[in-house]
């Protein structure tokens, strides 16, 4: 009831999660905040190693998009591009220079909400940053191929529009029996 279907792509590419297409689904009303869990499971499960880190801040990122909408009024598509483009830009900034420092990172964030028009308070400005740096000492953000991930499916509009013919509604018989 909480989660956009934008806040787990985003989520799922911080964790690692590529070129894939992950249906999440419940038959009672859930916020939806744990549902990468049961995912990151299946994905090891399969074969796929996830780093711990990058799982982690995945969580900490459903949060604060979650926390832009709701205190700074963004809308679901704002505050996902938002963290879309700042993670893109920690990514060619570590891929160009080989690292980056909590003022690079700053000054991401901020040029960032700039670009977009966007103004959020103080307290939910560090909260931005710190999931941005922590998404920045990652694997995943070492990692090249994220950037065109990233634009793939959050920054593309068509992709949401790909999206939204493949979803379905299902009964809760259906789903138990999926």
């Not at 989660?3 to 985003?10: A, E, K």
């Not at 003022?103 to 940053?129: C, E, G, R």
């Not at 090249?144 to 493949?166: F, P, T, Y």
């Amino acid at each position: 009831t909480q989660v956009s279907n934008l806040t787990y792509q985003n989520a799922a590419i911080t964790s690692g999660a590529k070129d894939m297409l992950i249906r999440i689904a419940t038959v009672y009303p859930v916020t939806g905040e744990g549902a990468l869990t049961g995912v990151y499971a299946l994905l090891e499960k399969s074969g796929l190693t996830l780093d711990t880190k990058s799982v982690n801040v995945a969580q900490k990122e459903i949060k604060v998009i979650n926390d832009l909408k709701d205190k700074s009024k963004m809308t679901d598509q704002q505050a996902n591009q938002v963290i879309g483009q700042i993670k893109q830009q920690v990514n060619q900034h570590i891929h160009v220079n080989q690292t980056i420092n909590d003022v690079d990172i700053v000054n991401i964030v901020n040029q960032t909400l700039v670009q977009n028009n966007l103004s959020i308070d103080v307290d939910m400005l560090n909260q931005l940053i710190v999931v941005i740096k922590e998404y920045s000492e990652t694997d995943t953000a070492q990692d090249e191929e994220i950037v065109d991930q990233i634009d793939q499916s959050i920054m593309s509009g068509n992709w949401r529009n790909v999206l939204a013919a493949l979803e379905g509604s299902y009964s809760s018989e259906e789903l138990r029996n999926m």
